[in-house]
């Protein structure tokens, strides 16, 4: 079966050129070991649940631990009804375990409980029915929002202690943000912030972008499945352009193959490369629209303005700056300083911040050119 360059969802390596998963993880077999519950937060699409989904069945595989990647987010459409986003995130918990376990493995049928405890007693049935320790990774924990939030995570702090017998021996929290930045309606801030009911994490990770031998490494595969080759020059520009975030490595390569240069008898060359750019920024593809998205949060426009029009910033709240490097917008300079993290990024966010005064300059027609296009010298 052919291979291709992934942009949506999880990798498959049936399906998908694809890394090592967990390379860019090597701490999580000993949190796991470790009895840890920790946090896995970055970026949109740079590979947090291909990672973790693969982890989970070589741990299965393994024979010591029974472990399954299950997702939160169908309970974000219950913000404020934790019975109702208890009972969506169960059924989806369910089908995610079908679909990643033999039947032995199943957890059993989960026990009535209240609304505010149902999670926590699922977690407790499926851990006491497993015979052996059971690690669980919750996805999309930051979809879920307000009363639903808080109350899924002091389930997990109340069912800490009884781990690993009546209780997951180790859980991961995975999500774009770190837990101190999780959106909450009540109290005194939008956000958790440090005093969060999820302090019994021992860690906050996040994945780290390609390097580029790692670049070079994941085009190799294309190559070694179609005969079609990647010029040194254009993987070098793949990852000036992109500085190894593989959602925009495998964009650039996918374009570059399927749409630019699709006689495979044919390398990839610098300037197809340069197309590929163009294409995806002009397109503003799901992965690009989400960016944009994120400029529109007064937190984020504070940083990314001043870095853009060249002014000193306003001194910011530690909190924003590391929200908005975990969101992986901007990243530290050696010298010192933020930068905007790759040069796909700034043209995006030039283009988005400069959106609403583009929109309101009036239309200019251009009474230097001539209908067929050259220019009217006199006029201009």
């Not at 974000?76 to 208890?86: I, L, R, S």
């Not at 969101?327 to 995006?348: A, M, Q, S, T, W």
Request: proline letters at 8%; charged letters at 25%; glycine letters at 6%.
């Amino acid at each position: 079966m052919p291979r291709w360059f992934n942009t949506a969802g999880p990798c498959n390596p049936d399906h998908h050129y694809m890394l090592p998963a967990m390379r860019r993880l090597p701490e999580v077999r000993r949190l796991v070991e470790q009895q840890g519950y920790f946090v896995v937060h970055a970026p949109r699409q740079v590979g947090k649940t291909t990672a973790l989904l693969s982890f989970a069945r070589e741990l299965s595989q393994e024979g010591r631990y029974v472990a399954a990647l299950v997702s939160m987010e169908v309970g974000a459409g219950f913000p404020d009804d934790t019975g109702a986003a208890a009972d969506a995130i169960l059924s989806s918990w369910r089908s995610a375990a079908r679909a990643q376990l033999p039947a032995t493995h199943q957890p059993p049928e989960f026990p009535d409980a209240p609304p505010g405890y149902r999670i926590a007693s699922a977690l407790s049935a499926w851990s006491e029915a497993t015979g052996k320790p059971l690690v669980v990774f919750l996805d999309e924990v930051d979809a879920l929002k307000n009363e639903v939030l808080v109350s899924v995570l002091r389930q997990l702090r109340d069912g800490y202690r009884n781990r690993p017998l009546h209780f997951p021996s180790s859980m991961a929290l995975i999500g774009l943000r770190d837990v101190r930045d999780y959106n909450v309606a009540s109290g005194d801030s939008s956000r958790l912030g440090t005093s969060s009911p999820f302090n019994i994490k021992v860690r906050s990770l996040t994945v780290r972008d390609f390097t580029e031998e790692e670049v070079a490494e994941l085009y190799a595969q294309h190559t070694a499945d179609t005969g079609q080759g990647f010029e040194s020059e254009a993987i070098s520009l793949a990852f000036e352009l992109t500085q190894g975030q593989p959602w925009l490595v495998n964009a650039l390569a996918k374009v570059a193959v399927e749409e630019l240069v699709t006689d495979v008898s044919q390398p990839v060359r610098r300037q197809d490369i340069e197309r590929a750019k163009a294409t995806l920024i002009y397109r503003q593809e799901t992965h690009l629209d989400s960016l944009a998205a994120r400029l529109r949060e007064p937190r984020i426009q504070a940083i990314l303005e001043p870095m853009l029009s060249g002014d000193i910033p306003p001194p910011l709240p530690p909190d924003d700056v590391r929200f908005a490097v975990d969101l992986g917008l901007v990243r530290f300079k050696p010298e010192g300083g933020l930068e905007v993290v790759n040069p796909i990024y700034r043209e995006i966010i030039v283009r988005e911040l400069a959106f609403p005064s583009r929109a309101a300059l009036p239309s200019i027609h251009p009474s230097w050119l001539r209908a067929d296009g050259r220019m009217d010298l006199e006029q201009l």
